[in-house]
């Protein structure tokens, strides 16, 4: 009957903690390039998938710079990464146990002023959607949603009313899926904040921005600005 | 010679769009579980391996939540995450090409504040290091910290100058790793702030907080205030 190898016995876990001590005390220290996986395991006398998670851990930790031919190196400045998860307003609201609801405040159809066409990279005279909404919870407003689509790239949406199908959920269904470009940011409350939001004019709004592009075209620009004390938290 | 099987010319791509269009046109409406992958690669005439890539990239598209023994469902509304890559200052910084400069303003040790016990879990009487430390760029206020350290969880902190080397550079040498909750928020300039980072009192700011466990102790609780106008942005 044959031995157990001993890296059967190594789990992912103790060789991530053998990598993070000699990232951290030496003799790996910033910049330095690791050996190959296979060279690695063998030194860990674990398995190579084992060194593969423990890697890719670490990675996810923000110590090691992972590049396909250049190998794997030690961070000068680790990154962490924060993960968001963003779901649509109703769903937040509802996971709260509050009740949703969402009323469109207006609704125009206009050639794009000149800051969009800048923003959203747009030939002049382009027709867009201009929608401000509210999403309230039990009654009282949670987010406040001033949105431009671009009626070149998505005609639906010239023809949509959005009175009763808030647009995110009605884009999410048609623009299947995207690139985004996500900031946040802290805003001064501006006039249409302050009257649909209960902020009082220059008070410190919460404001998330998103830009959507599908197959290279501009589809939407959304600024999301929440109620009073909002904050975005996640846990890793 | 054996002919080439068809699915040796699916590519995950044609498979993840076809998932897609399932699901945002029917029949796989919110709700659905999923056929099992085998079976799906089959349908698909795939092999498995593309088949779980698609269906990997679909769920990080936060379409599909996938539980290992409740099988694959499509979710009722989609969750989309933001990645933000979080680096140390001194690399946000310099990577802009500025010269970066980090000052420490106040270091006191002191026994923990009631609110501080009970955001950190702390007992009556435990000593605290409070830091306040600037980040510049260029010679301009960028950042603004505003620190707690556990000095049970981490005595070294307690011998610590942090004269020359910041706090975060320091806890992310000496606690390997941890686990985070971070938030992110709009503030209104308080008096330190307003000392520090040339805002007005009142004014807009952009907070991220962060508080650190390690071993299910509390290590650190932290502030980052920003300069006016800054923002965090993230592609995908």
Redesign the interface.
Known sequence: MATTPIFEKTTFREVMAEI??R??EGPWGPGTLLPGEVELAEEFRCSRTTMNRALREVSE??FLDRKRKAGTRVR?????????????V??EVEKTGASYRYALVSREILAAPEWLRARMNLSVGSEVVHLVCLHSANGEAFQLEDRWINGAALPQALQQDFAAIGPN?WL???V??S??????????ADAITVTHLDHKL??????V?RATWWQNAAITLVTLSHRRG???????
Chains 1, 2 share one sequence.
Request: charged share 20%; glycine share 4%; net charge negative.
């Open positions: 993070l001590q990232i951290t930790l923000g000068m400045a680790p990154i962490r990464q924060a993960r968001f998860e963003m779901p649509i109703r769903a959920e999410v269904a048609t299947p899926f690139e985004v470009e996500i900031s946040f940011l802290a805003s001064a220059g008070e410190p709004v919460f404001c921005e909002y904050r975005m938290t996640t846990r890793y």
